[in-house]
């Protein structure tokens, strides 16, 4: 398979057409070998509008809605940006020139850490509810989260900004967090259904 063709149909019909028109969103993704962070098995379909899997259950974001993400962010090269569960979308942003970091499951980064060392991203292992560090400028998730995720928010830097999908039902949406002197503001962006993130799914109750 051409993975360079694939990479620039997956830009011209998924990215460009959906509003998204950073040149330096588009460049980055032109770049990012996207069928390097899906499973072996996936690779045929990284740069299908689809969500190919990658480890554990977790699948990579759709191109079209982590482009969106990615342009509400407004990152500037030189920031620093955290990928929570976005091992894809820290490349990308790699690529743009800020200095980025994934923080991911052993699983995750068992699959995409040789990819992820090969564009430039720093890797954590560890909880993904509890950021690794603090003052991030940017941080930006492929999964999704049930309710306002406080914790990332609070590894903000004031002025910094979270680009995340909330999801309680069948259909979520896409907001923007971005932490201020005097509070946190919350901007919806877009309907999207990126997958919850373990970590963020309710235990089942059971009725006696």
Not at 2 to 18: E, G, H, L, T
Not at 148 to 176: H, Y
Request: with cysteine; glycine share 8%.
């Amino acid at each position: 398979m051409d993975f360079a063709a694939a990479r620039k149909v997956m830009v011209d019909s998924q990215v460009r057409v959906n509003d998204v028109t950073d040149r330096a969103i588009q460049g980055a993704m032109l770049a990012v070998e996207r069928e390097r962070y899906c499973a072996a098995d996936r690779q045929a379909s990284a740069y299908a509008d689809v969500t190919p899997q990658i480890a554990g259950g977790r699948k990579l974001m759709l191109p079209r809605d982590l482009s969106k993400l990615l342009q509400a962010l407004d990152a500037r090269e030189g920031e620093r940006a955290l990928a929570v569960a976005g091992p894809y979308a820290a490349a990308v942003l790699s690529r743009m020139g800020l200095k980025a970091t994934a923080q991911d499951s052993a699983e995750v980064l068992a699959v995409a850490s040789a990819a992820l060392a090969d564009d430039g991203v720093a890797t954590v292992e560890g909880d993904l509810s509890q950021p690794a560090g603090e003052g991030w400028d940017v941080m930006i998730s492929e999964g999704a989260v049930t309710h306002r995720p406080q914790t990332w928010i609070d590894a903000l830097r004031v002025g910094g900004r979270l680009a995340v999908v909330e999801r309680t039902g069948p259909v979520g949406k896409a907001v923007l967090y971005v932490r201020g002197e005097q509070g946190v503001s919350r901007r919806e962006l877009f309907d999207a259904a990126a997958p919850v993130l373990d970590v963020f799914t309710p235990a089942p109750a059971f009725a006696l």
